[in-house]
């Protein structure tokens, strides 16, 4: 395969395989006094995948972005493509930059630019090819990622899996020797992380690409890297192989690894025809959707679904990005009304209720949303309080006495006078979860609970919720792109 | 499990699981060496 050229910069050769393009040596680096890295050593081999895995908040972006020196260290060394980014200018970073692009993790696309403008950016910037020629390069891509129908699509339109591949069609055209991906999966379903690698694995082949990838999705990294960096408390704890890190002896990376899911499911023998999808397992339904119909526009949402939300269970409502489990969901606690169809919960048909009765329903029913949504200018215990102050106009020690109950039961009590920033995660999930338990409601619902989060988070958000189904006597739906892990103890997905 | 808007299949984990619907054993095994060649989107 011939050798490509840096459209970017033409004259410049290519590092050589033999060399690592990427060293760091003793770096640290501190924000507001708090320390992120401290006395990290890596280095990154030319043509092969590092990926960089660890707890959330242990630095692994912060190490990404030092490595293209968007970010600089306080100690140590950054050396890329065997330059110390600490010791050139901006300018010369930049000149790097454009033989080390990054894919983000929120995309970072131009909202106003179609996706085949988007592509050819960095090529209409800073080139003087012509438009004809750039377009040719962007349809080769387009192919090459499947995306072919995209080309001249606004962003707005994409789902999350054809945003990932558009910013990584963006990051390759220039021909650079170095991709750094930051979390190139989080928020995408399985069937859709199993072609973002695929096409990952097949860009760096391609494009003749080191990858740099930072990703707590073990599953994905062991089919993606040749070697993998664990980073606990700011350190690089252990490095190697999938398998050497697999049976890694150090005590950080066994906690990591025993929560990680690091295969796809493997299929069961057998099976049944997937006739009979009403389940009737006895237990007296909360809500129950029969032939419900949802259009928007001329999209035809929800095709006639019929089920039911058995009482005090854990329902997970599975689906790939786009498949109506969200909208499903909003019928039931009361947001959309169906086109066609009947929604009953509590045993009542919601499209009889008055505005008073339909609001009585909905304050049975408790809801989490990813980002744990908190106030954060209110300390956590005001936080807790706000559905029984605001939503109730309940006042004094009556509330306060609800607020330490419901901290206590999901151990938040230590707590509550802090602020939601100064607060961890896992704690920040829980408070979330106490203020929604505090009105006391019949149904609580889990909006993609895990996603983003690292194996030890969604292990503890899950342990989390069945906790909080047995502490509370409730009924749990949780809504979710992926499987239930066994931890989890579902009681039945649908 | 939700497919397109149509209730794809429904029961225990493992009820799903054993479903023999093509789009649920694509959803559930993504990734696995069994599974077939992914959708293009």
Known sequence: M?????????????????????????????????????????????????VISGESGSGKSVLLRMMNGLTLPDAGTVRLFGEDISKIGERRRTELRKRC?????????????????????????NTR???????????????????????????????????KRVALARAVITNPEVVLFDEPTTGLDPVMIHFVDQLIQRTQREYQITSVIVSHDMASNRNLADHMAILSGGSIVEFGSFEHIQHSRVPAVQRFMANAVT?????????????????????????????????????????????????KKIT?????????????????????????????????DLAKLSGREMQATRARIGMLFQGAALFDSMTVRENIAFPLYEGRGQRGRQVQEAVEEVAERLKVKDVLGRMPSGISNGERKRVGLARALIT????????????????IMMRRVDDMIVEAAAAFDITSIVISHDMPRPSASPTRSS | MIYKGELAAAGTPDQVKASLDPHVQEFIYAGSSESGDPPPE
Do not use: C
Request: hydrophobic letters at 40%.
């Open chain 1, 101 to 125: 692009t990054m894919v983000f993790q929120n995309y970072a696309l131009i909202d106003s630019l179609n996706v085949a403008h988007n592509i050819a950016f960095p090529l209409l910037q």
């Open chain 1, 2 to 50: 011939a050798q490509r050229t840096n459209l970017l910069l033409p004259g410049v050769e290519r590092w050589p395989a033999d060399q690592p393009v990427i060293e760091l040596v003793g770096v640290g680096k501190a924000y507001a006094g708090r320390e992120i890295l401290r006395d990290v050593n890596l280095t990154v081999q030319t043509g092969k995948t590092t």
């Open chain 1, 129 to 163: 090819m012509k438009l004809p020629e750039v377009m040719k390069l962007v349809r080769d891509l387009l192919e090459l990622l499947e995306l072919p129908h995209a080309f001249d699509r606004m962003p707005s339109d994409l789902s999350g899996g054809m945003k």
């Open chain 1, 316 to 348: 997970v409502v599975i689906g790939g990005s786009g498949s109506g489990k969200s909208v499903l969901i909003k019928h039931i606690i009361g947001l959309m009304s169906p086109s066609s169809g009947v929604v009953k919960v509590f045993g009542q």
């Open chain 1, 263 to 311: 295969e796809r499911m493997s299929r069961v023998e057998g099976g049944e025809a997937a006739g009979s999808l009403v389940v009737d397992d006895g237990v007296p339904p909360v809500a129950e959707v029969i032939d419900v119909h949802r259009h928007f526009g001329p999209n035809h949402v929800l095709k006639g679904i019929t089920a039911t939300i058995p009482e």
């Open chain 1, 440 to 455: 006391k409601p019949d149904i609580m619902v889990y909006d993609e609970p895990t996603t983003g989060q690292d194996p």
